[in-house]
């Protein structure tokens, strides 16, 4: 089976997970199928998402490239304009557009891949020189630093790091490479200044969630808790006491991995790591046999946004990670967050089929 | 600069990327086996710390029954507020119950299990209702039913029957490995602490499940709260009623007993205290007012004061002088209203005189002059001896707590305590009950009950059965002859006919009358501190005795007066409502 088809039969694995997961939790499960349920609107975000997969999966990426700077555009006036009309949620943060419908922030994940992959190839003479490292640094750090502001750090992150990443991918040196780490360290330990009341608290509770267990380590230990309650086989379909009880916070967002572990254990949740195991899998190896660099960029670029969230979310779920609101990609309830990652397993498929295609036409053309 | 070295180095990367992704990956496995295999139990258990509540319930407390099955002391269900910590602050709570109920909660709120407060207790039905409909805004707020101890009959019993409390911290030092809690209830005073054996009850608890707002979503187990036993006593409660309002507003004690089974009927103290109060917790400045207040509503004035009996005591000059052959039916002396010795004049309370007296007529008309005599030649050891096998002096083996003995003077105390010798005059004021003795109210019931039944002395008690939780009666407290005390027949047959002529023809006139004959005494006590204290004391019918009463009254004038009408107003009660079997005239 050619790795296009076993990338889909990954991520519909992985979204059948996330609507059943999502399900198991839906606080509106009591009242039928309707849209006021999450999980049916989860499966009407499916739907959605699965039709601009195969948008990007059948559209030229090259064609799609060229796009770049309006790309860029699109995703800084979205930013901007969360940060002026947009609407704010129970947390009192600024992450909506229309009123609540839409999450800019998620699609500049796709906006800043498509931009970079772009802006890097047109860029590809003055690879490892200070100057593109500079003008790619700045281009990125608009998104995110308007992100950052809303406040979502964790999303914030998800950019900077898709901007470490192509550095690492285009192969900037050594040397380089840990300057900007290094300013990035000493620019992150004064940011620690700039970090809201709650953001410090969210790391000082994964330091030691015991501290203050009714408080800022209550997240962490009850999504702790719900993972070790399941065992190895879990405690049943719809039957975990920490998430149908409501122990665990955002069961249906941030902690799924922790409330699917409950009901499934250590089988299931294994399940999850498995098939973004192989999805991420998957990104590198099409990124190294994709035939330009674009196509490249854009797949080890998407391997490390899927990567990065997957890691840090699954991460945060059993505690070794501090608690940053970032999704779990297929799983989260979440619609924008659905519809991004779907586009960008469709750039994937893409990549990936494309070079099939060259390889069978160089073979019998 | 683009080159085939710089498209090298981005495939390598790439490669790179995928270890630090598999790295990453075998990270997350490892964390997750870790999580649920390995430490899966210890995380169940903390789970079930979240969702599973333990919810002690209060013992409960056996009932304590009169006689004749009527209630002194029973527990009532009430309802109270609690808070299931971790679902609410508690100032929020607060806040948020006062405005659904309309009123303030007290400002310290007591912690009855670990992780639960209580903001509120006896509930009314109607905030009860109030607080049902507003459970969706009061998370983690249950209402809870507990047992509340009430005393129907209130006042009257609050001595005997006593209270229950709360542990203090103090006690918990020795209750504490008897299985109590700081907030579980033990008995205080009178037979609730007597009998907390008896009637402290099983603890239960209760096993719920309660989502992550505190809201009770089911019973998981349930294990209610029992009592083993509720007890009989051998009080009368409509009797102790009626006595406790004869004293009126005088301080003073009644005490009325079966004198040939040792069972008491009634045992009242004036003033007292309403129970109730201190079972719902009264607050600091009512406490001080009960305790500092000068007349002592905590005493039982019964088994824990002692007074100078007066005159009463001569009963046992007699018996003694009696007994001894010192004095016969025949001995007579002559009363001119006083007796000179060693130049001083000891005067009797008749100052005219009572003329010539053998004993009858000492004892009817009370005459002091006749015990000087006596005294004189019986001296004060062998009164202190007779005395003392009446049990004067001598802690009673009874069923209540804190129970007191009176004090027997002699000489060898007086030299041994005072350093000063004993001299005749002590003597006489020994045998008209003034001096240095002192006796308890109960001790001089029992000195009559001994009368009574001619030396035979029952063991006085308050426990007349013990029932099981079903109310069968599983213990009954039989009569218990202590001990017989040896003294001649005619003896007895001369005090008791003397007692007679106290009501026929001597001081104990404000008994005449009564449809029964009565055998009985009167005392006066001398007090410096004011109006003498009223003794009033006997037994009926004097044929074959049924009843022994005692009347004391603080400041009640002389031993006629005050106590002899309460005691005539109690005999007519109890031959109207109880009736005597023989002997009814």
Known sequence: MGE??????????????????????????????????????????????????????????????????????????????????????????????????????????????????????????????????????????????????????????????????????????????????????????????????????????FLNPWKDPLGSGYNVLQSQIAIGAGGLTGQGWLSGKQSQLRFLPARHTDFIFASFCEQTGFLGGALILLLLGVLVWLSVRIARNALDLEGKIFASLIGVVFGFQFFVNTGMNMGIMPVTGIPLPFVSYGGSALLVNLAMVGLLYNIANSRRKEVGRRRFG | MWDKETAERTYHRIGILGWILFAFLMGLFLRLWYLSVLQGDWYRERSERNWVRIIPLQALRGNVYDCNGKILAEDLPRFRLVLLEGSMKVEEARNKVEKVLGRGLGSEFREIAPGEIVLLEDLSLEEVIKVEEAQGDLPGVVVESYPLRFYPASEAFSHVVGYVGKVTSEEFKSLGPLGYEVWDRVGKGGVELFYENLLRGEKGYRRIEVDALGRVRRVLENHPARFENSIVLTLDRDFQEYCYGLLGNHRGTIIIGKPSTGEVLVLVS?????????????????????????????????????????????????????????????????????????????????????????????????????????ALRLGPEKIASYAQKFGLGVKPDFDLPGVKEGFLPTPNWKRQARREIWYPGDTLNLSIGQGYLLVTPFEIYRLLCGIATRGKIYRPHLLKGVLDSKGRLIKDNRAVLEREIRIKESTWNLLINGMKRVVTQGTGYACRGIPVELAAKTGTAQNPHGKDHSWFGGFFPVENPEITFLVFVENGGDGSGEAAHIANDLIRWFLEKRGVERGRR
Request: aromatic share 16%; charged share 15%; with cysteine.
């Open chain 2, 270 to 374: 004036k003033p007292g205290f309403d129970p109730n109060d201190l079972v719902k917790g009264l607050s600091t400045e009512k406490w001080t007012k009960l305790t500092q207040n000068e007349a002592k509503p905590f005493t039982n004035r019964a088994v824990q004061a002692t007074y100078s009996p007066g005159s009463i005591f001569k009963l046992l000059v007699a018996i003694a002088g009696l007994d001894e052959g010192i004095i016969s039916a025949q001995t007579t002396f002559f009363c001119p209203g006083f007796l000179e010795y060693n130049d001083k004049h000891y005067y009797c309370w008749n100052r005219t005189g009572h003329g010539t007296v053998n004993v009858e007529k000492a004892i009817a008309h009370s005459c002091n002059v006749f015990f000087y005599n006596l």
């Open chain 1, 4 to 205: 296009d088809k076993v990338l889909v039969a990954v991520v519909v694995a992985l979204c059948l997970v996330g609507i059943l997961a999502v399900y198991s939790v839906d606080p509106m499960r009591g009242e039928g199928w309707g849209v006021r349920s999450f999980f049916g609107r989860q499966i009407i975000w499916n739907i959605a998402g699965w039709s601009l997969f195969l948008f990007f999966a059948f559209l030229d990426y090259r064609f799609l490239a060229r796009g770049g700077w309006l790309f860029y555009l699109l995703m800084c006036l979205s930013l901007g304009g969360v940060l002026l009309f947009g609407t704010g949620d129970e947390t009192g943060a600024r992450r909506w557009l229309f009123s609540q419908s839409v999450q800019p922030a998620e699609f500049a994940k796709l906006f800043l891949v498509l931009f970079l992959g772009f802006y890097m190839n047109a860029n590809k003479e003055e690879f490892d020189s200070y100057a593109l490292l500079l003008k790619s640094g700045v281009l990125s750090l608009v998104p995110v630093a308007l992100v950052f502001v809303e406040p979502d750090l964790g999303t914030s992150l998800v950019l900077l790091i898709t901007w470490l990443g192509t550095l690492f991918v285009c192969g900037f040196g050594g040397r380089k490479l840990g300057v900007v780490f290094g300013g990035l360290a000493v620019l992150g330990s004064s940011g620690w200044l700039f970090l809201k009341e709650y953001q410090k608290k969210r790391i000082m509770a």
